[in-house]
């Protein structure tokens, strides 16, 4: 079982940027691959970037945006630069079993509650 929290979430002007943490409970975290997803109002989730058990492999849906994590301190980060007012969303962190990154909403079990990002023109 693995408990993730978000935050780092809040109210930026388009061009700024944001850094979201998700910190993870356990001491399992090493052994999941993390992924960031988000879904706007009257929108589904779809996926933001992901990273491997080991952090060597990554993938993304916009360049402008930077995952990575910090295995010691149970904690994923996503960085996110260059913010447009289409990227607010609820923000969520999600952990899965697989070794490999996965943009898939399905490869991933434990999700956060969230934490909102709101872009201002």
């Known amino acids: 079982q693995v408990q993730l929290v978000e935050s780092g979430g809040g109210l930026v002007q388009a061009g700024g940027s944001l850094r979201l943490s998700c910190a993870a409970s356990?001491?399992?975290?090493?052994?999941?691959?993390m992924g960031w997803f988000r879904q706007a109002p009257g929108k589904e989730r779809e996926f933001v970037a992901a990273i491997s058990r080991s952090g060597g492999s990554t993938g993304y849906a916009d360049s402008r945006f930077t995952i990575s994590r910090d295995n010691a301190k149970n904690t994923v980060y996503l960085q996110m630069n260059s913010l447009k007012p289409e990227d607010t969303a609820v923000y969520y962190c999600?952990?899965?079993?697989?070794?490999?990154?996965?943009?898939?909403?399905?490869?991933?079990?434990?999700w956060g509650q969230g934490t909102q990002v709101t872009v201002s023109s």
């Open positions: 999600a952990a899965g079993s697989r070794s490999e990154p996965s943009t898939s909403h399905e490869s991933f079990t434990y």
């Open positions: 356990g001491r399992t975290f090493s052994r999941y691959s």
